[in-house]
Nanobody, 120 residues
Framework: QVQLVESGGDLVQPGGSLRLSCAASGSIFIINTMGWYRQAPGKQRDLVAGLTSDGSANYADSVQGRFTISRDNAKKTVYLQMNGLKPEDTAVYYC??????????????WGQGTQVTVSS
């Protein structure tokens, strides 16, 4: 079993910055993709940014140029640096990690979510 612990959500003014962290632990043999999703009230959960094991990153159009995803493989941690925050970025942010717990066993784990609120 793989557990994810997120941190970093907060209330911030428009134009401000936050850094989210997500640490993975448990039965991890290899991590493939690490990503961040967000869900605003009444809306579906959407991909914000994803990062593969070879370092390829992809971003939602709405955050391109403002958000940066990175990972520390030794710490099994993924980060989301969010700059130039806008009220429309307000949502619960979820970490997602996919990988293998063994040669034949895969995992697809979610964090508990961390609230990001952008408001003056």
């Amino acid at each position: 079993q793989v557990q994810l612990v997120e941190s970093g959500g907060d209330l911030v003014q428009p134009g401000g910055s936050l850094r989210l962290s997500c640490a993975a632990s448990g039965s991890i043999f290899i991590i493939n993709t690490m990503g961040w999703y967000r869900q605003a009230p009444g809306k579906q959960r959407d991909l914000v940014a994803g990062l593969t094991s070879d370092g390829s990153a992809n971003y939602a159009d709405s955050v391109q140029g403002r958000f940066t995803i990175s990972r520390d493989n030794a710490k099994k941690t993924v980060y989301l640096q969010m700059n130039g925050l806008k009220p429309e970025d307000t949502a619960v942010y979820y970490c997602n990690v996919k990988g293998r717990s063994g040669i034949l066993r895969t995992f697809d784990s979610w964090g508990q979510g961390t609230q990001v609120t952008v408001s003056s």
